[in-house]
């Protein structure tokens, strides 16, 4: 298995409250590389710079650096501080002993009076504090800017002074007092040596221009769709409105390369970025989409020729003329294993956009049509009792007042799609094939089946009889797809065994996907789910072919995420970590925790605003507002 980004803490689930061309060249900064190495005791001198710069950094434990840039030639001046590199201690996050911080506090410091010529805390004003109390060498708005080092990169612009320019401070973290933290918290860095080793920042100065030349948007890169042993699916976040005229589609790049330490730490790092320029890998191929929650246009990149059971970690670009924007990367592993396949665009499940399993020699176009044949049957029946219900007469009837009868079909159309294609991942590597396809004899009880004690994150399918895909097992494969079979390569036991993606693993169907059927659909047709608690992750039987979304903090999801909504719970974050294979049914529920007075991050569906928000458990209680037919 594919060990990840270390957590700093396990999710847990909680009760609802309310292509790479030429990359990064800042023509309009000359370079100016100067190594610098201060001491934290000696006393400082200030080092002269030009306009433009970049200056490289050193500086041991808690020490300082300062520079001043002489009448520059333009106001506002752009300051940015990049964190290249901790001290060694903090370069082993994945095993999860002393992760560097994503957050380090007052890094960079900016004055343009001469009365302040090596700004540092101690010329922070607080803010009830009087300027005329404190004194000539406390600085407000007017005359200084600070910023903290947040994932890797704080930046600052402060208007060129009067008497004399700019003063910089760039002020490194105390490595011992980080590790005790660390250590006191969760047991990192315990033994851990803190006294070799500095911390490396890179320094950018630059006016003349309207904006600066280096900007990281404060929002996620993309939405991973999956990935399989050697590709992945990402996709931003909508550029137009559902119903908009698409226009001309931005000029992105995706950025690949492989997952180095510190990855979440330094992700928005400008020298971590332009290392990843020289490792990046892949060929990502560009696309438009409508896929995704609230409708509106994305771009989706196809990444091809990654290894497989590797970490990677991708990055959003856009090149423009004076200036590079960067989203903050996501982060994600491709399969071990060959036995899942990626599928996307298909036409009977749109939404579906991850891996399912296949037969390995089976060419994707015909285990697209498979499940196309194998949905359709079911599609139709369901359609076809739904209409037996007069959706659209008012006089007949209304069943809800939220739903329609289009709302249902299309809830339904996703919960058959989750467990009709089930979501793919590697199996853990000791299990075997089980295959008792030619013996099993029901008990009639469920009980007698395997329950988890809780609901999981993966349910091992080594059983094809015990599972969603029994016509991919060894036994059936030759009579499901006889085209794989000929004279020279026969369906012999070992063959189909050898074809078949058994075993392999299933991230379960949310149980939300069961729920919004149960919420949108007209009561004569008696749809119940499993009922467990919503405030811990034991769900009973329903815990043998569902999971759950968890709780994942607003700096850890995907793009296109509802930024307002007080839901925390989610079906994935930024790490590649799947709970449940939600099909954006928390994005959904999540709508409906959006307040009143705000909007949200991406369009929001067609359904009248006032009774989303104020039907904020409408999964919960699906049938408080159901009206019976006359």
């Known amino acids: ?109 900016l004055s343009n009076t001469s009365a302040v010529t090596q700004p540092g805390p101690d010329n922070i004003r607080d803010a009830d504090e009087s300027l005329t109390a404190a004194g000539s060498t406390r600085l407000d708005a007017s005359t200084g800017a600070y910023s903290d080092l947040s994932r890797g990169y704080a930046n600052a612009t402060l208007e060129s002074g009067a008497d004399g320019g700019i003063w910089i401070g760039v002020f490194a973290p105390d490595t011992a007092a980080l590790l005790e933290d660390l250590e006191g918290g969760n047991g990192s860095g315990s033994g851990t ?18 904006s600066p030349p280096y900007v990281v948007e404060g929002a996620a890169s993309f939405r991973l769709g999956d990935t399989d042993s050697s590709t992945a699916l990402l996709t931003t976040a909508n550029y137009t409105a559902a119903g908009d005229d698409t226009p001309a589609p931005p000029q992105w790049q995706a950025l690949v390369a492989p997952t180095q330490p510190n990855a979440f730490a330094l992700g928005r790092s400008h020298c971590a970025v332009r290392a990843a320029v020289g490792s990046a890998v892949g060929t990502a191929n560009a696309s438009a989409t409508t896929r995704g929650y609230g409708g509106g246009t994305r771009t989706q990149f196809v990444v091809e020729g990654l290894a497989p059971g590797r970490n990677y970690t991708a990055w959003l670009v856009a090149n423009e003329t004076d200036q590079t924007r960067v989203w903050d990367p996501v982060h994600f592993a491709t399969k071990s294993g060959d036995s899942c396949r990626l599928v996307y665009d298909i036409e009977a499940c749109p939404s579906v956009a991850y891996s399912v399993p296949a037969p390995r020699s089976l060419d994707t176009a015909s285990l697209v049509s498979f499940f196309n044949s194998t949905l359709s049957a079911s599609l139709a029946n369901f359609s076809r009792t739904l209409t037996t219900f007069p959706c659209g007469s008012k006089d007949m009837g209304l069943y809800s007042i939220v739903s329609t009868c289009d709302d249902c079909l299309d809830a339904y159309r996703t919960f058959l799609c989750s467990t009709t294609l089930p979501r793919c991942t590697d199996a853990p590597p000791a299990t075997t094939l089980n295959d008792t396809s030619g013996a099993l004899v029901l008990a009639g009880d469920l009980a007698s089946w395997s329950v988890p004690d809780e609901f999981s994150t993966s349910l091992v399918r080594d059983d094809p009889a015990a599972s969603r895909t029994p016509l991919l097992g060894p036994t059936a494969l030759g009579a499901t797809f006889p085209s794989l079979f000929n004279a020279s390569y026969p369906a012999t036991a070992a063959h189909a065994q050898a074809e078949s993606p058994f075993p392999y693993a299933e991230v379960p169907p949310c149980l939300d996907v069961c729920y919004l059927v149960e919420a949108r659909c007209p009561p004569f047709l008696g749809w119940t789910c499993p009922r467990g608690k919503v405030d811990d992750l034991y769900g009973g039987t329903g815990s043998a072919a569902y999971g759950v979304t968890r709780e994942v903090p607003r700096a850890e999801r995907q793009a296109g995420d509802l930024d307002r909504s007080t839901l925390d719970l989610r079906a994935a974050d930024r790490f590649g970590n799947v709970f449940c294979n939600a099909l954006d049914t928390d994005l959904v529920q999540a709508a409906q925790f959006v307040p009143w007075t705000e909007s949200s991050s991406v369009a929001a569906p067609s359904r009248p605003r006032l009774l989303r928000r104020f039907l904020p458990l409408f999964l919960l209680l699906p049938w408080a507002l159901c009206v019976a037919p006359l």
């Open 1 to 109: 298995m594919v060990t990840r980004i270390h957590r700093r803490q396990p999710y847990r689930r909680r009760r609802p409250w309310s292509l790479l061309p030429t990359f990064i060249s800042l023509s309009a900064v000359t370079p100016l590389l100067l190594t610098l190495v201060a001491s934290g005791v000696a006393a400082q001198t200030t080092s002269s710079i030009t306009d433009p710069s970049t200056i490289t950094i050193e500086l041991v434990s808690a020490a300082s650096a300062f520079f001043h840039l002489a009448s520059p030639s333009s106001s506002p001046v752009w300051v940015s501080l990049s964190l290249c590199s901790p001290p060694p201690a903090f370069l082993s996050s994945f095993d999860g002993s002393a992760t560097l911080p994503y957050k380090l506090d007052k890094a960079l410091f």
């Open 193 to 210: 040596d803190s006294s070799g080793g500095g911390w490396t920042f890179e320094l950018q100065v630059s006016s003349g221009t309207a």
